[in-house]
Nanobody, 117 residues
């Protein structure tokens, strides 16, 4: 499966963005899906994940209540609704797919989110 992330941009603190991870080659319902991010000078960190049907999700503590991961089966995509954004959310956001546990075998190119104060 090939993944393509989009939707990043520049937003003011407190604003929202909707990131989308579109897939080609296979249906995303075959995979667990996740979003990660990497801020400048920092290691990549986990943001959120969802199981194959979207009924089970989990989030990093700092994203709980602000970010929502959502499967759009019609579009064969997995979106990340990022709300109440903070300057520290500035990062390149990546989507990933995997079949087993936390093993992520497919990665998309990132999309840059910049939050201004």
């Amino acid at each position: 499966v090939q993944l393509q992330a989009s939707g990043g941009g520049l937003v003011q603190a407190g604003g929202s963005l909707r990131l989308s991870c579109a897939a080609s080659g296979r249906t995303l319902s075959d995979y667990r899906m996740a979003w990660f991010r990497q801020a400048p000078g920092k290691e990549r960190e986990f943001v959120a994940a969802t199981n194959w049907n979207g009924l089970s999700t989990n989030y990093a503590d700092s994203m709980k209540g602000r970010f929502i991961i959502f499967r759009d089966s019609a579009k064969n995509s997995v979106d990340l609704h990022a709300n109440s954004l903070k300057p520290e959310d500035t990062a390149v956001y990546y989507c990933a797919a995997g079949r087993v546990g936390s093993v992520w075998t497919h990665w998309g190119h990132g999309t840059l989110v910049t939050v201004s104060s």
